[in-house]
């Protein structure tokens, strides 16, 4: 029987390494315009994003958004939005990204409190249809097409 790797790279799917937390949560690397930043993929959330830091590190061009962004226990935050990024995951690219660009100080508090370091962003079910996104999450692999 054919395994689910040699499967899908035959489908012409990118292969995308993740670890998992004590949280829990899956954290993959990605470069956005070039460079490198550590990234939870969430599966739930509508957008990626990036923290207000990241405006300055990953260069990108924000405007202000209409939108308010919520979850994990935060609700009406104020919102920019950079258009047209490149985001590469390994060997798989995508380049007319939009990031929504809110204030990560909630999610990386909690990653704090588990003595764990803070992430740059989010990569969101946006990226995952983009790219037919499949999770092994026992071999802990993202596959994109």
């Not at 489908?11 to 690397?29: A, G, N, R």
């Not at 590190?57 to 258009?83: R, V």
């Not at 490149?86 to 939009?98: E, G």
Request: aromatic share 10%.
């Amino acid at each position: 029987m054919e395994d689910l790797q040699d499967f899908l790279q035959k489908k012409k799917y990118k292969k995308v390494k993740f670890k998992v937390l004590k949280t829990q949560h899956l954290l993959i690397t990605a470069k956005i315009n070039g460079v490198k930043g550590k990234f939870i993929l969430d599966t739930g959330a509508s957008n990626s994003c990036v923290g207000l830091e990241g405006i300055e590190k990953f260069q990108l061009f924000s405007e202000i958004s209409e939108t308010k962004a919520a979850g994990a226990g935060a609700t009406g935050m104020e919102t920019q939005l950079s258009k047209d990024n490149l985001l590469q995951l390994s060997r798989w690219k995508f380049n007319n990204l939009n990031l929504i660009i809110f204030d990560m100080f909630h999610v990386n508090l909690a990653l704090e409190q588990y003595k764990m370091k803070p992430v740059d962003g989010i990569i969101g079910a946006d990226v995952l249809l983009q790219g037919k996104g499949i999770i092994d999450y026992y071999n802990h692999y993202l596959y994109l097409k």
